[in-house]
């Protein structure tokens, strides 16, 4: 017997379960279809979920959510060899007004699919999406080896690799430029002394960006838990093949960097995973809808790798394609020209605004990888300089610091890279 629901989302990450909640909250019959053993199961990233986003579904879920820490410091680092530059904002708003919180997602996302499964979804792990399923060219359903299903609107939230997307011919492979690998280990230390490194009081976290830390454009991460520390690193793919070296090879490196190695010392090695991030912004991002099919979340690109953001688009996206078919549903019509509202809610969101705002920023960073290798460098030889005490004029030394400066990156190199970021964020 082939069973028909108002609507199939799969994947229950943060966009599919935002878009489930959704509907079955407006009175949909809803399937959430998830191939990991429960949700988060497959699910890696650093990292933080933002309050604003979360509350709009829960609010106030940080009293129940399995949650690690509330963020009160942001860091970013700026790497050399053997030493870096730290620049921080911690702030004690943050201890009152919740901004962001570390999470593990094999904690997090079932509980948060419950919030689905409360409203009236149907969740169903275990469960491979293998196709979509066409009548007339119309999206009408899924195929799954336990057998096909059918509904109205079929969700992609399917993450950065959808195949349902590809399948309904929305979008094709990622090129490697516009798109990041990351690995990273989760390492666990006694809840004490994770606050005795980070200074940080019993609740409180950090999440910090580490830069100059590897070849070409690559960053690295690092989260503050409960009880472990969640590190990572993320190389562009067409840097990580220019560098013939192997991504676990590049996180020893990170690991071992005499800045960060004190800070996991000890710890024991709990988790270790790689996943990618789609980072090509707003011109990658995928087409989002066809006559009875939506795609929310990674699936359709949508990450701000500027901020270090994509759960937030991907729960607003689940949102507003959750309301999307709410509406559809009233007029009974699933075609494309109504379908298509979901496109202008996210133009007309932050998500597709800040991305669209922003969309030559990957595309300037990946051209000029010189960001995150020659200026963290200089920024600590000269850091180095200024802080030696001896007999040098200080006069003396701020020129031998700007000849230090223009014999890594000539005067007019520098203009043109202070021009291209004002242009770029004006
Ligand atoms: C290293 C790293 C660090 C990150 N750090 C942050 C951060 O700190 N803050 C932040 O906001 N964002 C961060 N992100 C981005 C964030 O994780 C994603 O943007 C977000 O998870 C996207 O949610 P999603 O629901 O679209 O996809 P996903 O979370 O990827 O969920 C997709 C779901 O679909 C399931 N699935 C896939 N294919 C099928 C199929 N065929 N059938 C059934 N189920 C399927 C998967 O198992 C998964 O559960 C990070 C990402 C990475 C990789």
Redo the contacts with the bound molecule.
């Keep these: 017997m082939t069973e028909k629901f108002d609507s199939i989302v799969?994947?229950?990450?943060?966009?599919?379960i935002a878009a489930a909640y959704t509907m079955a909250k407006g009175g949909l019959d809803v399937l959430v279809?998830?191939?990991?053993e429960k949700?988060?199961a497959?699910?890696?990233?650093?990292?933080?979920?933002?309050r604003h986003h979360t509350e709009k579904l829960a609010p106030e879920f940080w009293k129940t959510a399995p949650i690690e820490r509330h963020v009160v410091e942001y860091q970013y680092w700026f790497l050399s060899k053997d030493s870096h530059v730290l620049v921080s904002h911690r702030n004690q708003k943050f201890n009152g007004q919740y901004n962001a919180f570390t999470v593990h997602r094999a904690k997090f996302?079932p509980w948060f699919a419950k919030l689905a499964e409360d409203a009236g979804a149907v969740l169903i792990n275990r469960?491979?999406?293998?196709d979509v399923l066409k009548e007339d060219g119309r999206i009408v359903g899924v195929e799954t080896e336990r057998g096909n299903v059918m509904a109205d609107v079929v969700i992609a939230?399917?993450?950065?690799?959808s195949?349902?997307a590809k399948q309904a011919g929305l979008r094709q492979e990622i090129p490697e430029d516009a798109v990041v690998l990351?690995v990273?280990e989760v390492i666990a230390l006694p809840k004490q002394r994770i606050e005795e490194r980070f200074n940080l009081g019993p609740e409180e976290g950090i999440a910090a960006l580490l830069v100059g830390c590897g070849p070409g454009m690559h960053a690295g991460?690092m989260y503050t838990n409960r009880d472990t520390i969640s590190l990572?690193i993320?190389i562009n793919m067409r840097d990580l093949d220019k560098s013939k070296q192997r991504p676990n090879d590049l996180f020893e490196q990170f690991k071992n960097h005499p800045s960060i190695a004190p800070l996991v010392k000890d710890g024991e090695l709990k988790e270790y995973s790689a996943?990618?991030?789609p980072e090509g912004g707003y011109d990658y991002v995928s087409k989002i809808c066809t006559d009875g099919m939506l795609v929310?979340?990674?699936?359709a690109m949508l990450?701000n790798a500027i901020n270090?953001?994509?759960?937030?688009?991907?729960m607003t996206s689940g949102i507003l394609a959750g309301q999307t078919v709410i509406e559809a549903k009233k007029r009974n019509d699933f075609s494309t020209k109504t379908l298509f509202k979901y496109r202008r809610g996210l133009e007309d969101s932050f998500v597709l605004r800040d991305l669209k705002k922003y969309r030559d920023v990957p595309k300037f960073f990946s051209s000029n990888p010189h960001f995150f290798t020659t200026y963290p460098e200089a920024l600590n030889e000269l850091a180095y300089t200024w802080h030696i005490v001896d007999d040098e004029l200080k006069a003396d030394r701020i020129k031998r610091m700007k000849a230090m400066l223009f014999k890594r990156r000539s005067k007019l190199g520098l203009l043109q890279d202070a021009y291209h970021l004002w242009r770029l964020f004006s």
């Excluded at 279809?33 to 990991?36: C, D, F, S, V």
């Excluded at 939230?157 to 690799?161: C, E, F, Q, S, Y």
């Excluded at 929310?296 to 699936?299: L, W």
């Design positions: 799969v994947g229950a990450g943060p966009a599919g279809l998830e191939k990991g949700p988060g497959k699910n890696m990233f650093g990292g933080v979920i933002f996302d469960t491979t999406v293998d939230a399917d993450g950065v690799n195949m349902l990351a990273k991460f990572g993320g996943h990618l991030i929310a979340g990674d699936a990450v270090w953001e994509g759960t937030n688009l991907a």
